[in-house]
């Protein structure tokens, strides 16, 4: 006894051994929130470049000195006098000193600038050649104001600064071209309407004219990101013609191998896809479907979830589509994805998978053939629960447009005990489908005389008993549908003319025509 | 024989029979709506008036869909991961910040207000303007280079009165 207190004290001394590990992680949290504050504030202290021109850089930078928003006052005071000059040095440095302001981590003072009525000067400095820092301070000002609320792109749109921007895109400077397109894609972001205006006003192909084989990456970067906000939104989708002139241009980009450009331009194809068939067609018609497929398998989230939302939409159209998909591999790789630590790509992975499952028999027997059944019971026990919806989702489409073997297959792959066991949810919607799907299945047995053992089997996963507990949900179509069910293959005793052939536990569904027997 | 499958929403309509009394259903009806059609009007187009042939043929059939058939269901509405708009609060790398060695200083000045040097660094043929208060502790032996390299001895008054 004496020795293990001896050990124990000195077990005590070291570190981290003997401690309590919930100890230990808080006290590993609050050691490196300290070291992220520490950071910050030194960080920040730097970043305020408040041009007092009277005051030594030491006592300016100081936050005892002055609070933040003073200095924001008389800073954008001095800005005004600055901007307002004639002088092209006094411009400039004026606008820099903005530009510093509204490049700040925390509260821009977005609002303070514009009412200060500086954005006319602003985009006036945007066409002066002459004065590259000049433009480029105000390019880059002007792209942090628009980074805001719509009212703040709207104050941007206003003064002019489209056209400008959209002559800065020949720039021979390459830094104040990126700036320009960084801001365009500012506006664009903004929603339909101001995409449109940039469209009429021409900006795809003064923007396509910057690619070459010498663009620099980051340039490329904020080309990509600018042309995918080109191409977002809805209620009105791009027109049509916009699209036809972007696609090949993002064809290109998207066999780069820079992750930020991928990432980009699969979430542009996935705006250009979220749409009707005729939206999808102009897409796989590029033929960029198998990349897509490849991108799914991409080591990067970044890249993998807007390849995978892209093949989601294209599986959402037509048969002809969809198989294009399959024809690319993408049964190959949804059973990865499905079983994805992150639970909104197996969610997706899932809703492609069940409008996979909505297409015809032939399409359905490649998702048995490529092994699709396993994953998607794993995903109906233990995914979460948006990921269960759409998983039940599969199942029902599964067995709506699967022919009777497959149906079977789809059983005894343990799908029917798995949607069994949803029932309990609350969402309503979900237990319609499953109750959907249950129908269907014994619509299936129906063809093979055997709704007598489906039954027998729906009771012994303990199904009988959820149905039947749904006869009293409040929802009036749950209670419809348990109801319906009950009666038709609940009901009654008599078995007609149904061949039984039962040998102790398994039950054998017989065919009529052929001697098949399915097992459960 | 193909049309009966094809009721997805999705397909193109097929072209409906010249014959008033003969329909194909084509769009996506729920269970009970279906039920009571399938009754009366499900019938393949060939086969009018031979009974026998059409329960033949459903035989044969064993993936008939008397079950309302299932629609593609588009994207969710949940948001996309990216930002539409972004601040550019980047410092563009600058001076010191482009992570490359100082080689010499080739000008000073404080027009901006605070002196400045141009510094020209290895490897790089663009030089750019660092503030002299970094370059004093990040490289004091180039400053004083620099500042070696300028001294300029004046005379003293004593020598200048002569």
Partial sequence: MPTKNVTDERISKFKNKGK??????????????????????ESFLKRRNITLSSLPDEEALSPDYLSNEIATILSIEEIIKDVNSDRKESQTRGCQAARKLLSQERNPPLKEIIDAGLLSRF???????DEPTLQFEAAWALTNIASGTSWHTQQVVEHGAVPAFISLLASPMLHISEQAVWALGNIAGDGAAYRDVLIECNVIPALLARISPETPVGYLRNLTWTLSNLCRNKNPFPP?????????????????????????????????????????????????????????????LSVMTPALRSIGNIVSGSDLQTQMAIDAGVLDVLPQLMRHPKASVQKEAAWALSNIAAGPCKQIQQLITCGLLPPLVEQ???????????????????????????????????????????????????ILVILDAINNMFMAAEKLGETEKLSLLVEELGGLDRIEMLQNHDNDMVYQAAHNLIEKYFGDDDVEGVKVDTNDDAFAFQCSDEQRTFEF | ???????????????????????VVEKVLDQLAWDILADNTWE????LDCPELISAFLESQKNIKEKPAPVKRKASTDEPETEAKRKDVAEKPRGFARNLDPERIIGATDSSGELMFLMKWKDSDEADLVPAREANTRCPQVVISFYEERLTWHSCPEDEAQ
């Fill in chain 1, 20 to 41: 309590d590990p919930a100890k230990l992680r808080e006290k590993r949290i609050t050691e490196c929130v300290e070291l992220r504050k520490a950071h910050k504030n």
């Fill in chain 2, 44 to 47: 393949p187009e060939e086969n």
């Fill in chain 1, 123 to 129: 985009v006036s400095f945007l066409s002066m050649d």
């Fill in chain 2, 1 to 23: 024989m193909g049309k009966k499958q094809n009721t997805k929403g999705k397909r193109d309509s097929q072209e409906s029979q010249e014959e008033p009394e003969e329909f």
């Fill in chain 1, 380 to 430: 109906l026990r233990s995914g979460d629960f948006k990921t269960q919806r759409e998983a039940v989702w599969a199942v029902t489409n599964f067995t709506s447009g699967g022919t009777v073997e497959q149906v079977v297959n789809l059983v005894q792959s343990g799908a029917l005990e798995a949607i069994i066991n949803l029932l309990q949810v609350k969402d309503a919607k979900v």
């Fill in chain 1, 240 to 300: 049509l013609s916009a699209v036809m002139q972007v696609l090949p241009s993002l064809i290109q980009l998207l066999h780069l191998s820079d992750k930020d450009i991928l990432s980009d331009a699969c979430w542009a194809i996935s705006y250009l896809s979220d749409g009707d068939n005729d939206r999808i067609e102009v897409v796989v018609k590029t033929g960029i479907v198998s990349r897509l497929v490849e991108l799914m398998s991409h080591g990067e």
